[in-house]
């Protein structure tokens, strides 16, 4: 193991939802200038990773640069620390009983009974070593998912309290996020929920060196003094976690309360303190002075972390437009099933987002939204199947193709203007062969989207297994759509445009995850100037 090497183990109890996500980029943002830093996340499903998953059961799935289909809470560590994280800095229970379970049958435990502990427990370790050593990092802060107690986390826990006598305890610090209610009935904060929370992982072994509450607003004194005095930790060490207006204010509530300085302490070294760059954008998150209405229309609304990066790309933007972005959730269903008009439904939107959604349902209240956008001239940005759809609405009503659709919709189709990508026909697993990653695009010269990437080339991250059909390309071109971003090899759509509209753009890609606050993804923030200019306009 790399004798420089720190390590900040990050738990959560209570409740799921907390934000221990955001709590362990925050605390990564704030070492980022002192230290070079690598998050990794510990999830306990037995999934390999989210990739299969439907969003209402985990949120999104977010989407690297090396094609790891990884959980929602790596968009936060790539956003605050403005890296580029990698799939082995994802561990799930699945990855490490296949580890485990393939070393077993090529004999490498010769013979002995393989266990939890300490095979299972050995194999987290290992891979935490390797990602320290690969990466040369200085810190690796470790977020440990779901709540503690639960069954499928006990044994990332156990390997993290095993971590203090490997690495030593110079050199490991334990923060635990907890939930102090407030309960109005007495008009008090209740700590009883941090002490037994707290209680339950000191069991486990680990006793934790700095106590994050989550509350609606600040910890009082006396809540402070008492989870300092019954979960033995010092008072200075008890961080209040209040309810913020932005995600983007924690690192500073939390270096107000001398994080930095608690961990400095720790680890023996002196903290740099710069989070200027920040402040300005939060200003413009914050105390914006012009406002627009987005629409976001899509199948998942029900669950806002469905959407996660594609909400922050839209505040990204904002912030530096000096907008607020009010979003407006359209559910697609209700547009197809209760008969929704899409006039009424977008009513008072300035522009139309229509975001990635696998399947049928909600497809036909998507295209008419989609139809109502390019028709009425509102902004419109279509990703990933949003750009599918506003193929296939162009082909139904402008090209005339009036059974236009995608085989992924309705399999039988006589038009299928989007179709399965060729090498997809025969994959038989789901997990993992989808199109995925960074892709290379050429963009047409004089394109809208080679001005707003300010470049013949860009690279975004990709998410699918249907393209548009190559046969229709003539068609639709002409007739007006125009392809202005290809695959290198010419064959796959990765833009299209509509000119003489305000803003008709859609892209193949899901520009929504390279997106940062410093650098905001250059389709979103077209959308939002566009949004602006037609506000201003009307």
């Given at each position: ?512 995850y390279k997106s940062r606050l410093e650098n905001p993804s250059p389709l979103f ?14």
């Amino acid at each position: 193991m790399q004798k420089k090497t720190r390590w900040i183990v990050i738990t959560g109890g209570v409740i799921s939802g907390l934000g221990k996500g955001t709590a362990t980029a925050s605390v990564g943002k704030l070492l980022s200038r002192n230290f070079k830093v690598v998050p990794v996340k510990c999830d306990g499903y037995i999934n390999v990773d989210p990739g299969t998953m439907n969003p209402f059961e985990h949120g999104e799935v977010f989407v690297l640069d090396d094609g790891g289909e990884v959980d929602m809470d790596f968009g936060h560590y790539e956003r605050f620390l403005n890296i580029n994280c990698k799939s082995a800095w994802n561990l799930t229970t699945g990855k490490i009983f296949d580890g485990v379970i393939r070393k077993e049958r090529r004999g490498d435990f010769l013979g002995g009974t393989v266990q939890i502990i300490p095979h299972i427990t050995n194999e987290i370790r290992n891979r935490w070593r390797e990602i320290a050593e690969t990466e040369k990092a200085d810190i690796i802060i470790i977020e440990i998912g779901g709540t503690v107690g639960d069954i499928e986390n006990s044994w990332f826990i156990e390997a993290a309290r095993q971590l203090k006598k490997e690495a030593g305890h110079e050199n490991v610090l334990y923060i635990h996020l907890t939930y102090v209610p407030f309960v109005s009935s007495v008009g008090q904060q209740k700590t009883k929920t941090a002490q037994r929370d707290v209680e339950g992982l000191r069991a486990k072994g680990i006793i934790p060196d700095v106590i994050i509450g989550r509350s609606e607003g600040d910890l009082s004194r006396d809540a402070r003094r008492k989870i300092a005095m019954f979960c033995d930790v010092d008072e200075d060490a008890v961080i209040s976690a209040r309810n913020i207006e932005t995600i983007y204010e924690i690192p500073f509530m939390f270096e107000e309360q001398k994080m930095l300085s608690i961990i400095a302490r720790k680890f023996d070294f002196s903290p740099k303190k710069d989070l200027e760059e920040w402040k300005g954008l939060i200003k413009g998150l914050k105390n914006p002075s012009r406002s627009i209405s987005v629409a976001i229309c899509g199948k998942y609304t029900m669950l806002n972390d469905s959407y996660a990066s594609l909400i922050e790309s839209l505040a990204h933007a904002g912030a530096n437009l000096d907008t607020k972005v009010n979003i407006k959730f359209i559910e697609t269903t209700d547009i197809e099933e209760k008969k929704i008009k899409v006039e009424d439904a977008l009513k008072g939107i300035d522009a139309v987002i229509v975001p990635i959604g696998f399947g049928s349902r909600g497809a036909e209240g998507k295209i008419e939204c989609i139809r109502h956008s390019r028709t009425n001239n509102i902004p419109f940005l279509g990703l990933c199947f949003g750009l599918q759809l506003a193929v296939i609405e162009f082909a139904r009503n402008v090209c005339g193709i009036k059974g236009a659709n995608s085989t992924e919709i309705s399999p039988e189709t006589k038009d299928p203007v989007v179709m399965i990508l060729p090498e997809q026909e025969r994959v038989a697993e789901k997990g993992a062969t989808m199109r995925l990653g960074s892709q290379v695009a050429d963009l047409r010269k004089g394109s809208v989207v080679s001005s707003l990437y300010k470049s013949n080339k860009c690279s975004e991250r990709h998410r699918h297994r249907y393209e548009v059909n190559p046969e229709y390309h003539e068609v639709l071109e002409k007739n007006g759509l125009v392809i202005s971003g290809s695959s290198r090899n010419g064959k796959l759509v990765e833009f299209i445009e509509l000119p003489g509209h305000p803003f008709f753009v859609a892209t193949q890609a899901h520009p929504e995850y390279k997106s940062r606050l410093e650098n905001p993804s250059p389709l979103f923030y077209g959308i939002v100037k566009a949004a602006l200019e037609g506000k201003n306009q009307a």
